[in-house]
């Protein structure tokens, strides 16, 4: 008959993702012409838990490019992007989450401009992202065990009174 005994350790107890687009204007001074470049660059995130749920506040930077006057002169627009996104992520049923839980979010998609439009003095633009969120906290395992130990294995020296004996035999004028 075997023992089970339960060892706690720390696991992924839960993991999910989530695919994002979203939609920004930004207003312009003047009346742009051409969007030359949009890009998206310092993107900073961190999760935390939020009752049942996983929330993730994160940010960056949008920089869009865009010409005027009939495409003879150019401009740079900067705009913050601030979010806060909700996880919904389940957990499997061994985990305790009353205790200690860390968060780790990554990025499974970089935010990136997918669409830009003009209309008037605003620019319109569709950013897609993609996070995944994994749970650690501590979780059980069990595991089965035997009661009889396995027996010692007698070990032997190849020590002998013979190798004594050969050894005695050395002369010390070997040289």
């Known amino acids: 008959m075997a023992l089970y005994k339960e060892i706690v350790t720390k696991?992924?107890?839960g993991k999910g993702k989530k695919y994002?687009?979203?939609?920004?204007?930004?207003?312009?001074?003047?009346?742009?012409?051409?969007?030359?470049?949009c890009w998206v660059i310092n993107h900073k995130f961190k999760g935390y838990k939020s009752g049942s749920e996983i929330g993730v506040d994160g940010s960056y930077d949008v920089n869009i490019w865009y010409s005027y006057d009939n495409d003879s002169k150019t401009a740079v627009i900067n705009k913050?992007?601030?979010?806060?996104?909700?996880?919904?992520?389940?957990?499997?049923e061994t985990a305790d989450l009353s205790s200690d839980t860390d968060i780790i979010v990554r990025t499974l998609k970089q935010p990136t401009?997918?669409?830009?439009?003009?209309?008037?003095?605003?620019?319109?633009?569709d950013i897609e992202k993609e996070l995944g969120v994994e749970i650690?906290?501590?979780t059980k395992v069990k595991i089965a065990i035997e009661e009889d130990e396995e027996p010692?294995?007698?070990l032997e020296d190849d020590y002998t009174e013979e190798v004594d004996k050969a050894i005695d035999e050395v002369k010390d004028e070997y040289l």
């Open 11 to 13: 696991a992924v107890i």
């Open 20 to 37: 994002f687009k979203n939609t920004y204007n930004i207003e312009t001074e003047v009346i742009p012409t051409t969007v030359l470049g």
């Open 80 to 92: 913050q992007i601030s979010y806060n996104d909700l996880f919904n992520v389940s957990v499997k």
């Open 113 to 125: 401009v997918s669409k830009v439009d003009i209309k008037d003095n605003v620019i319109s633009f």
């Open 136 to 138: 650690v906290g501590d």
């Open 152 to 154: 010692w294995e007698v």
